[in-house]
């Protein structure tokens, strides 16, 4: 038990709040680039659905 003590790394805090925040506030994404990546899927996903359509119909 006290090995695991000696090991603990106190200066790197797996569980400090404050730097687990610091950390999200500056990977995160912006509420624009959410917006952009949200739109851009929905079009991939609708783009997708219609050359399928084209495809079974025969029309491509």
Known sequence: ???EQE???WIND???EKKIAEER?????SGTSK????VGCL???LGFIVLIG???FGIL
């Open 7 to 9: 090991d603990y790394d």
């Open 54 to 56: 084209l495809l079974l």
């Open 43 to 45: 079009l991939f996903v």
């Open 35 to 38: 917006t952009f990546v949200g």
């Open 25 to 29: 506030e500056h990977m995160g994404m």
């Open 1 to 3: 038990m006290a090995k």
């Open 14 to 16: 797996p569980f400090d």
